[in-house]
């Protein structure tokens, strides 16, 4: 059984910095695609960052130069560290991930608050 359990989420001081990862589990290849979306209340789930297996990363224009993602093959555990954040970076953050056969995963969420 896949699941795809998220922690680290919580209220931040504009500024602040928060790491936020992942652990997916019931893959037994392993996965491809890792990364983080999120969903600001009222609107569309939105790409933050992804990583393939090998290392390649992708970002967002909002969030280049701020956050960073990694990853852990062993551990299947994708991590997002969040720097200089501000009030639009308030958000549920989902952990995603696909198989080498493209099937797609979705974790439950961590809500990140940015406020004073």
């Known amino acids: 059984q896949v699941q795809l359990v998220e922690s680290g989420g919580g209220l931040v001081q504009p500024g602040g910095s928060l790491n936020i990862s992942c652990v997916a589990t019931?893959?037994?290849?392993?996965?491809?695609?890792m990364g983080w979306y999120r969903r600001v209340s009222g609107k569309q789930r939105e790409l933050v960052a992804t990583?393939?297996?090998?290392?390649?990363?992708a970002y967002a224009d909002p969030v280049k130069g701020r956050f960073t993602i990694s990853r852990d093959n062993p551990k299947s555990m994708v991590y997002l560290q969040m720097n200089a954040l501000n009030f639009e970076d308030t958000a549920v953050y989902y952990c995603?991930?696909?198989?080498?056969?493209?099937?797609?995963?979705w974790g439950q969420g961590t809500q990140v608050t940015v406020s004073s």
């Open positions: 019931g893959s037994p290849f392993g996965w491809d695609d």
């Open positions: 995603y991930a696909s198989t080498f056969t493209r099937r797609e995963y």
């Open positions: 990583v393939g297996f090998g290392g390649r990363t």
